[in-house]
């Protein structure tokens, strides 16, 4: 499969001439959705879901959770799929895996989130804002790198406990360039010992998996 990072939290997978969107935000590009025939959102806030970009996109089937799918009032019901942890599903000739149940804890005064996360082929997983520990091995992981809910060490604990031969930075929009680089560097120094590698894609560049 091929994946191709854009703007802070989306991703678009291929596999031959089939692809799938993950989180295309009101941060991101709209370019992705360009001949993607599935798009999962793994929650409700705006930099993983524009309502209005999925409008435009008609043809667009859409998983995502029960949250989610009460706020696509503009979007035809019957291309919207309420999915949960523990569901298997496929889409774009992607075998996809549900997994986690909630959004990390920005403040305990803010009601909590729902939040998936979604495996693909059980190798390349995405999990939205949270740090969800796939329940098998996988060769790919996003890694959040910026956000109001982690630090530094989060993330290398992720890529630490998950254990993927790849680790890609994702929700890596907040930073400018000088706090991002920091980050980037942290991270690949701290999780070089377990054999992960670790690399941030700038937007519209690519890695095979």
Sequence with gaps: MRVIKYTHACVRVEKGDRALVIDPGTFSEEEPLDGAEAVLITHQHTDHLDTDKLARHPDVQIWTNAAVATLLQDVDPERVH???NG?????????VSVLGERH???HPDLPPVPNIGFLLDDSFFHPGD????PDRPV???????????LRAADSINYIRTVRPELALSVHD???ND???GIVDSLIASMTESIESTYRRLT???????
Excluded at 139 to 145: E, Q
Excluded at 203 to 209: A, D, L, M, Q, R
């Design 82 to 84: 309420v999915v949960a």
């Design 87 to 95: 569901d298997r599903f496929s889409a774009a000739g992607f075998d």
């Design 104 to 106: 990390e804890v920005i």
């Design 130 to 133: 949270a740090f969800t520990v």
């Design 139 to 149: 060769r790919a992981l996003m890694v959040p790198t910026s956000a109001p809910w």
């Design 173 to 175: 929009g907040l930073y």
């Design 178 to 180: 000088i706090g991002q």
């Design 203 to 209: 937007p519209g560049t690519s890695v095979e998996i």
